[in-house]
């Protein structure tokens, strides 16, 4: 099941970026005082007590600007308030209650979701509250103080947020349908894919970018078992003028990406693959999910005895991080090869979920450390104990040393490489901890 999304809505300077850093744990969003800085990545993973959700930062929200940003601004936060299911609404004590906020209290209302309405900038209690109770005015609930700079009040905030997440249901925990994410930039069949698959048009195609507005769930019944597919609408390419807009249709793919078991990346052959491509699969990557390179328009190309070979050590090396992954080339229009895509979704499902024996995993880390003897720094040498898969979805492993500090990221991955040569693994990541066990513990 996917985590909850919260998104920080309010105007612009009532300090989202702020607040959103201090849940985040890390400075991702770029904090300056001109409205519309806010860019580069603006989701994270957070967490509160047992809770996990994805949190969102949205541009301010200028709800009467004409201003092309601005209202390209609030647009984008109205995908944002569209996929999330709890809004944090933002506001300023030191600006007061002011129009715009009412405003943006009217677009929240109509929206149904449920809104938490927090009241930042209160570095003082005592001095503050007077101001604060003038935000009952926006009829939305009690407002919270908070400060996010002096991170003052933060942990009832999440309390009142958390009340909203939405119950684990036993329904959904024991769906077992592999559920598959298309993503991907617009306009490179995505959709169409679908289509081709179904053999109907369900999913709008056009050749607007964009036009797949959120993401949709199609179930597909192939040799009678069934897929669920998330479509996604398309990631787009940053054009100057929208530099820090465009962003907010990553919202889609992470949440897409969050509740599949594989990820279909698929690539227009005729573009090649592209640094967005890799930006893409990277939100999969990160979040462990089966991933297959789909290369859409595959009949669109001409060939010799070298194209596939050729193109395959291309987008191996723009996606050079994930070299786990499988590449398919199809082409939607013509259907060739997309009855095999069942197959091979099959193949990286059951690698996801494959659990290898304790002692046969030492068996392969003891012959690994026999041909390259493990690493050593100013006398010490890094001595490997023993090796322990602790889950699925992606496989995970930990590995018991003597000392953390020498097992280089080289030596880890000439481990995984050697696991991979006997279980292949394809089509997923490997996640290795490394733990540290002194000899008389051992």
Do not use: C
Not at 181 to 190: D, E, L, R, S
Not at 299 to 317: L, W
Not at 337 to 352: A, F, G, K
Request: charged share 30%; net charge negative.
């Amino acid at each position: 099941m996917s985590k909850p999304v919260v998104a920080i809505v309010g105007r612009p300077n009532v300090g989202k970026s702020t607040l959103f850093n201090v849940l985040a744990g890390e400075k991702i969003s770029i904090v300056k005082d001109t409205p519309g800085v806010t860019r580069d990545r603006i989701y994270a993973d957070a967490g509160w007590l047992d809770k996990e959700f994805t949190l969102i930062d949205t541009g301010g929200i200028e709800p009467e600007s004409k201003d092309i940003i601005l209202s390209q601004m609030r647009e984008q936060a109205q995908i944002a308030i569209d996929t999330a299911d709890v809004i944090v609404f933002l506001t300023d004590v030191r600006q007061g209650l002011v129009d715009a906020d009412s405003k943006v209290a009217d677009m929240l209302r109509r929206s149904g979701k449920p809104v938490v309405l927090v009241v930042n900038k209160v570095d003082n209690f005592d001095k503050f509250m007077p101001d604060v109770y003038e935000f009952y005015n926006l009829g939305i609930g009690d407002p919270l103080p908070v400060s996010a700079s002096s991170r003052l009040g933060i942990g009832d905030m999440l309390e009142a947020v958390a009340e909203y997440f939405p119950e684990r249901s036993g329904e959904e925990e024991e769906d077992e349908r592999p559920r598959v994410a298309i993503v991907g930039k617009p306009n490179v069949g995505k959709s169409s894919i679908i289509n081709k698959l179904l053999g109907e048009e369900r999913v709008i195609v056009s050749d607007i970018a964009g036009t797949t507005r959120d993401a949709i769930d199609t179930d597909i019944v192939h040799n009678g078992k069934e897929y669920v597919f998330i479509d996604t609408a398309g990631l787009r390419r940053k054009s100057r003028i929208k530099e820090e807009l465009e962003r907010y249709s990553i919202i889609r793919t992470v949440t897409a990406v969050e509740r599949a078991d594989v990820v279909l990346i698929v690539i227009d052959a005729v573009e090649g693959v592209t640094e967005q491509d890799a930006k893409i699969a990277g939100i999969a990557h990160e979040r462990g999910k089966g991933i297959i390179v789909v290369v859409n328009k595959w009949d669109a190309i001409e060939k010799n005895d070298r194209t596939m070979r050729e193109y395959e050590s291309e987008v191996r090396r723009v996606l050079s991080f994930m070299p786990y992954a499988e590449i398919m080339y199809v082409s939607a229009q013509t259907g060739q090869r997309l009855p095999r895509l069942y197959d091979m979704i099959d193949m990286v499902i059951e690698n996801q979920t494959l659990r290898v024996a304790t002692g046969v995993l030492n068996e392969i880390m003891s012959e690994a450390a026999a041909m390259q003897q493990p690493p050593s720094d100013k006398g010490k040498r890094l001595k490997l104990y023993y090796i322990t898969q602790v889950s699925v979805k992606p496989p995970t492993f930990v590995i018991f040393v003597n000392d953390k500090e020498l097992m280089h990221f080289s030596y880890t991955r000439y481990l995984e490489n050697k696991i991979r040569e006997a279980f292949g693994f394809r089509g997923t990541s490997l996640k290795f901890f490394i733990r540290e066990r002194k000899e008389k513990d051992r």
